[in-house]
T-cell receptor, first 119, second 115 residues
Framework: GAVVSQHPSRVICKSGTSVKIECRSL??????MFWYRQFPKQSLMLMAT?????????EQGVEKDKFLINHASLTLSTLTVTSAHPEDSSFYIC???????????????FGQGTRLTVV | AQKVTQAQTEISVVEKEDVTLDCVYE???????LFWYKQPPSGELVFLIR??????QNEISGRYSWNFQKSTSSFNFTITASQVVDSAVYFC????????????FGTGTRLQVFP
């Protein structure tokens, strides 16, 4: 079955540094990937849609320059949190639906998530 | 607009009790998918079930069962004979169309099962 791998699972960084999170589709090509963010004890909110070969689409209120998304290949999307601050501490999780399966697949394949702590 | 409401913020039960988690959704679309996920303390999202809007049959999987009622826009989840390992946050979610699209999540229900 389709597998989505996210790395790292946990990261602690100093305030002001940048952190890169990877989302990989291991056995299929994903032209679209989704990045969600979850604040402690809250729900998951879509941050952006990552599109292979084109610019990401960001949800309203998400800073494009703060959260850089690069979908450089059909199996890899990266989320870079630039100049991280403590308020960026959160749980980030990606979703990668196999193409051709529509919404059926959009909800079924998630990475393991990355817990970011900025100190 | 699409919206998912999970009115129960937190539920506590004693092991072996049955528990129902409520989910009410709003959408203007006629075709959509509904999902339930379990999020244990480790954080990963565990996919439990998806249901398309044309299939109102209830489903049972072991101790889990789901009741989908379009007339009330509800997709409730029942755990029978709850166990301590069921303790987690449970999310209901909606995708609004057959195209690849983003998920709209509810706010989640934290279930605590005590021994």
């Amino acid at each position: 079955g389709a597998v989505v791998s996210q790395h790292p699972s946990r990261v602690i960084c100093k305030s002001g540094t940048s952190v890169k999170i990877e989302c990989r589709s291991l056995d299929f090509q994903a032209t679209t990937m989704f990045w969600y963010r979850q604040f402690p004890k809250q729900s998951l909110m879509l941050m952006a849609t990552s599109n292979e070969g084109s610019k990401a689409t960001y949800e309203q209120g998400v800073e494009k320059d703060k959260f850089l998304i690069n979908h450089a290949s059909l199996t890899l999307s990266t989320l870079t949190v630039t100049s991280a601050h403590p308020e960026d501490s959160s749980f980030y999780i990606c979703s990668a639906p196999p193409p051709g399966q529509g919404a059926f697949a959009s909800g079924a394949f998630f990475g393991q998530g990355t817990r970011l702590t900025v100190v | 607009a699409q919206k998912v409401t999970q009115a129960q913020t937190e539920i506590s039960v004693v092991e072996k009790e049955d528990v129902t988690l409520d989910c009410v959704y709003e959408t203007r679309d006629t075709t959509y998918y509904l999902f339930w996920y379990k999020q244990p303390p480790s954080g990963e999202l565990v996919f439990l079930i998806r249901r398309n809007s044309f299939d109102e049959q209830n489903e049972i999987s072991g101790r889990y069962s789901w009741n989908f009622q379009k007339s009330t826009s509800s997709f409730n989840f029942t755990i029978t004979a709850s166990q301590v390992v069921d303790s987690a946050v449970y999310f209901c979610a909606l995708i609004r169309s057959y195209n690849t699209d983003k998920l709209i999540f509810g706010t989640g229900t934290r279930l605590q099962v005590f021994p």
